[in-house]
């Protein structure tokens, strides 16, 4: 394991030499999200009865944090060792494909956490908060970072340059997780785009997470959770299987 150990304690060396970029920056923009959108719809928008709305967005934003950032960390990573040339030195060893996975996953759930919580002590302090089923919360934070590191690590493998990179971002990442309930309840939707929501995994995450704090969902927190561990069974089975045949890592 010694070799697993080393891997992972660079990857998170790595995003906390440079914090103010990588954890302060990401928890300023939920706080300008929370001042804004709460400023605006406290008293309009009401989505659960008995919490107000920016009670109602903080864990969106916070879930919000965990899953960028998670995807952030591991696409980050393999995208800057491809182009510097150093991910030769991280091939040479005698890591197998588990070990690279494990260390560059767990390294993404450990700064999308962190952030996360970051994003939660700073917010909180806007709304009264509470905390109905603690351990759903764990869950689906943890699941949830899990699924966008190993994400992030297929994209880093796919991409060959940060454009790639950008555009994987932009247009999937980023409109999975606004269209997936952060800042209202899917069941505020047409029929239609209800049924669209339902296809979207982030949906699932930020509803299980959301329930941890309000006891209420748009969802069962089982069936949501079980939907996440699904696909993240489905992209750990290909992120393996890239590292496995090395695709475009090896030639």
Same mark, same amino acid.
């Given at each position: 394991?010694?070799?697993?150990?080393?891997?992972?304690?660079?990857?998170?060396?790595?995003?906390?030499?440079?914090?103010?970029?990588?954890?302060?920056?990401?928890?300023?923009?939920?706080?300008?999200?929370?001042?804004?959108?709460?400023?605006?719809?406290?008293?309009?928008?009401?989505?659960?009865?008995?919490?107000?709305?920016?009670?109602?967005?903080?864990?969106?934003?916070?879930?919000?944090?965990?899953?960028?950032?998670?995807?952030?960390?591991?696409?980050?990573?393999?995208?800057?060792?491809?182009?510097?040339?150093?991910?030769?030195?991280?091939?040479?060893? +005698?890591?197998?494909?588990?070990?690279?996975? *494990?260390?560059?996953?767990?390294?993404?759930?450990?700064?999308?956490?962190?952030?996360?919580?970051?994003v939660f002590l700073v917010?909180?302090?806007?709304?009264?908060?509470?905390?109905?089923?603690?351990?759903?919360?764990?869950?689906?934070?943890?699941?949830?970072?899990?699924?966008?590191?190993?994400?992030?690590?297929?994209? *880093?493998?796919?991409?060959?340059?940060?454009?790639?990179l950008a555009a994987f971002?932009?247009?999937?990442?980023?409109?999975?997780?606004?269209?997936?309930?952060?800042?209202?309840?899917?069941?505020?939707? +047409?029929?239609?785009?209800?049924?669209?929501?339902?296809?979207?995994?982030?949906?699932?995450?930020?509803?299980?997470?959301?329930?941890?704090?309000?006891?209420?969902?748009?969802?069962?927190?089982?069936?949501?959770?079980?939907?996440?561990?699904?696909?993240?069974?489905?992209?750990? *089975?290909?992120?393996?299987?890239?590292?496995?045949?090395?695709?475009?890592?090896?030639?």
């Open positions: 394991m010694t070799g697993f150990q080393t891997l992972f304690y660079k990857e998170i060396l790595r995003f906390w030499k440079v914090a103010t970029q990588t954890v302060a920056a990401p928890i300023l923009t939920a706080v300008l999200y929370l001042l804004i959108f709460g400023h605006v719809l406290e008293d309009h928008v009401q989505v659960y009865p008995g919490v107000k709305y920016t009670a109602f967005l903080v864990p969106g934003l916070v879930m919000m944090s965990v899953l960028q950032n998670a995807f952030a960390n591991s696409s980050s990573s393999l995208i800057q060792s491809k182009i510097t040339g150093n991910l030769v030195f991280v091939l040479l060893t +005698p890591l197998s494909h588990w070990e690279l996975f *494990g260390a560059y996953v767990l390294a993404a759930v450990v700064r999308g956490v962190a952030v996360g919580s970051g917010t909180a302090w806007f709304a009264d908060m509470s905390f109905a089923a603690p351990w759903w919360i764990l869950i689906f934070g943890v699941l949830g970072a899990s699924m966008l590191g190993t994400m992030g690590l297929i994209a *880093g493998i796919w991409a060959e340059k940060f454009d790639q971002q932009n247009f999937l990442i980023m409109p999975a997780t606004f269209l997936s309930g952060v800042f209202y309840s899917v069941n505020s939707l +047409p029929p239609f785009w209800q049924t669209v929501s339902h296809l979207n995994p982030f949906f699932y995450m930020i509803d299980g997470f959301r329930y941890g704090f309000f006891g209420q969902s748009d969802v069962n927190p089982l069936i949501s959770c079980l939907a996440v561990v699904f696909f993240l069974l489905l992209l750990s *089975g290909l992120a393996v299987q890239l590292l496995k045949n090395g695709y475009k890592l090896r030639h």
